[in-house]
T-cell receptor, first 114, second 117 residues
Framework: GNSVTQMEGPVTLSEEAFLTINCTYT??????LFWYVQYPGEGLQLLLK?????DKGSNKGFEATYRKETTSFHLEKGSVQVSDSAVYFCALSAYNNAGNMLTFGGGTRLMVKP | DAGVIQSPRHEVTEMGQEVTLRCKPISGHDYLFWYRQTMMRGLELLIYFNNNVPIDDSGMPEDRFSAKMPNASFSTLKIQPSEPRDSAVYFC???????????????FGDGTRLSIL
């Protein structure tokens, strides 16, 4: 079956530090890959996405590249801000007979200190 | 455009009571999902609907949980009787089309934080 594994948190960084949150996946076929972000007290919001190998998704200074050879979709940001403090979820969607499904990783909490 | 709307935002009740959570999906979306989020288990898919019909309820933890979608603009998740271990944040999400593409991911509501005393 499909699965997503991401690094456990919390990840604590100082403002302007470089961020990497690792995500690897297992899936049949050619999944689409997503990063969602959940700010405190809110629902999940789509941050970025990639639908095929070597695609790079980017948004708000965050980037992730779909690496088929390593089955990875690591999230990176060059300089984090306090406002980036949130929980980040890696997810995949692989077409199957069960319909329109997303498989989520366990989430990684990011805490950015001023 | 209005997003997915959930109510109430917070619910505190005593164990044994019936709890009803409500969700209004984005207009035109034909898929609706109910998730539960806890510290221990993370984000769990409970059930999802397509065109108001439950497709997969294998994630529903017990018979105490039930979900309905009487029409395209409204769904409920009911817990009866409620127990303290049901305390969690419950999210509703909606999407359109059978295959998730980069342009049509799931859209989440802000969730209902449920506390069972």
């Amino acid at each position: 079956g499909n699965s997503v594994t991401q690094m456990e948190g919390p990840v604590t960084l100082s403002e302007e530090a470089f961020l990497t949150i690792n995500c690897t996946y297992t899936a049949t076929g050619y999944p689409s890959l997503f990063w969602y972000v959940q700010y405190p007290g809110e629902g999940l919001q789509l941050l970025l996405k990639a639908t095929k190998a070597d695609d790079k998704g980017s948004n708000k200074g965050f980037e992730a590249t779909y690496r088929k050879e390593t089955t990875s979709f690591h999230l990176e940001k060059g300089s984090v801000q306090v406002s980036d403090s949130a929980v980040y979820f890696c997810a995949l969607s692989a077409y199957n007979n069960a319909g329109n499904m997303l498989t989520f990783g366990g989430g990684t909490r990011l805490m950015v200190k001023p | 455009d209005a997003g997915v709307i959930q109510s109430p935002r917070h619910e505190v009740t005593e164990m044994g009571q019936e709890v009803t959570l409500r969700c209004k999906p984005i207009s035109g979306h034909d898929y609706l999902f109910w998730y539960r989020q806890t510290m221990m288990r993370g984000l769990e898919l409970l059930i999802y609907f397509n065109n108001n019909v439950p497709i997969d309820d294998s994630g529903m933890p017990e018979d105490r949980f039930s979900a309905k979608m009487p029409n395209a603009s409204f769904s409920t998740l009911k817990i009866q009787p409620s127990e303290p271990r049901d305390s969690a944040v419950y999210f509703c999400a909606s999407s359109t089309h059978r295959r998730v593409s980069s342009n049509q991911p799931q859209h989440f509501g802000d969730g209902t934080r449920l506390s069972i005393l």
